[in-house]
């Protein structure tokens, strides 16, 4: 799902999927059209009115390539990762279901194993995201690069350079920017930086909130408190408005108020918000240091099909994974579910807007972006230490040391993996 653009307690937690997998051949997923293959599967999904669209435009393509195929979408709208544990407990679970790499490790026991070719996709990255312990869980089909967006008119006005289309400011050279583009009091104050996320400048900063297997959580690290550190001194220094002064309000509208010089949040679903904005001008750029966390979404088969209902599974997931009719479709008018994964449909989003715009730079987040381990119930865990961080530290509404605090709120999160 969608990462968060700042801190905030996650409600919601990810339960355990029942079960454990046992035996299971992997899903060979071989494309092509069966003649008179007549099964019918259904396909449960989240998202919003356009990400929706994006799905069912897939289903219906696929019913068109392979005739006699029927796909029955169910859209789930809200807690979607609830409801679907919910079907799974009770065996009424969609054939295919969309899952985040950020959600594999809880769903994994209850999806069929799969066979995914990594060359099929722009980086290797994009299908180890949907790996669990060696193992593929879900086939990959969309991918969710963040990059920067910059305000143009507020770089001439103050006289800086603008940053490369192509290569990633240091953070040493974005905290110096930041200051220089930064001025005005109150509601009329302009900010350098929208409010910064902890969790994406830590990967940015070459940290991670995981170490690689997931069995540790590393943010109380000398990496991690020095991240922390450099988002508390720019909102200090007042190059960034804080968690308290965005709350409640849309920092895309900040942007297009000409309140905020750059937005480092920007997710492909953000582009048709940015498309209606013309006045600031605007383009995009790479995120400083080694960019956000880039997620990956995919699609795991219910480990219970069987017969003509699971080879169309796999037909149905290696479809839209792979071939080109399909991730185009992850593109609706200027709204974009995610970045296409396959080389053939790289020119679908950079072609939504104009060149100067610079959509290519997803292209060049996607081919160097940066994948987390998958734990389980990994929103309750890092819900619960982004809660601490909010409360006890400056990163939030609280007043003591990150150097301090982050260390002990790790050494907690390391004990709730360990449960």
């Not at 007549?38 to 449960?44: C, D, G, L, N």
């Not at 407990?89 to 999806?111: C, D, H, R, W, Y």
Request: proline letters at 6%.
């Amino acid at each position: 799902m969608k990462q968060p653009n700042r801190l905030i307690p996650v409600v919601a937690a990810v339960l355990l999927a029942a079960g454990c997998a046992t035996g299971n051949q992997p899903a060979g997923n071989n494309a092509g059209n069966t003649s008179g293959d007549s099964a019918t599967i259904s396909f449960s999904f989240w998202g919003t009115n356009s990400e929706a669209a994006s799905l069912k435009a897939i289903a219906a393509a696929f019913e068109k390539a392979n005739p006699g195929t029927k796909v029955t979408t169910n859209w789930i709208q809200a807690d979607y990762e609830q409801k679907l544990q919910t079907s799974i407990a009770a065996g009424t679970q969609s054939t295919v279901m969309e899952i985040s790499n950020t959600s594999l490790a809880g769903f994994a026991p209850s999806f069929a194993e799969q066979t995914v070719d990594p060359g099929k996709y722009v980086q290797p990255n994009i299908s180890s995201a949907l790996q669990f312990q060696g193992k593929y869980y879900a086939m990959p089909f969309a991918a969710k690069p963040k990059v920067m967006a910059v305000n143009t008119d507020a770089f001439r006005a103050a006289g800086v350079p603008l940053p490369s289309a192509t290569t990633p400011l240091t953070l040493d050279e974005f905290k110096t920017i930041a200051a220089k583009l930064s001025h005005g009091d109150g509601k009329a104050r302009v900010y350098g930086s929208s409010n910064l996320w902890y969790r994406g400048w830590l990967t940015a900063a070459g940290g991670g909130y995981y170490n690689a297997d997931g069995t540790e959580c590393t943010f109380g690290d000398e990496t991690g408190v020095q991240t922390a550190q450099y988002v508390v001194d720019l909102q200090k220094d007042r190059s960034a408005p804080t968690s308290v002064d965005i709350q409640g309000q849309d920092q895309a509208q900040w942007f297009a108020a000409g309140r905020l010089a750059t937005f480092s949040d920007f997710g492909p679903w953000t582009v048709a918000d940015f498309a209606k904005i013309s006045k600031p001008n605007w383009t995009l750029v790479p995120v400083p240091g080694k960019g956000f966390p880039m997620e990956v979404d995919g699609l795991g088969i219910a480990k219970n099909a069987s017969g003509k209902q699971l080879e169309t599974a796999k037909k149905f997931v290696e479809f839209a994974s792979t071939q080109q009719v399909a991730q185009d479709q992850l593109i609706q008018g200027k709204t974009a579910l995610g970045v296409p994964i396959i080389a053939a449909s790289t020119p679908t989003l950079e072609k939504v807007l104009p060149a100067d715009r610079n959509l290519a730079a997803f292209t060049t987040a996607l081919k160097s972006g940066i994948v987390g381990p998958s734990v389980a119930k990994e929103a309750q865990i890092s819900g619960d230490a982004e809660k601490g961080m909010t409360s006890y530290t400056p990163l939030g509404t609280g007043k003591d040391d990150v150097a301090k605090i982050l260390p002990q709120l790790a050494a907690k999160c390391t004990q709730s993996l360990k449960q």
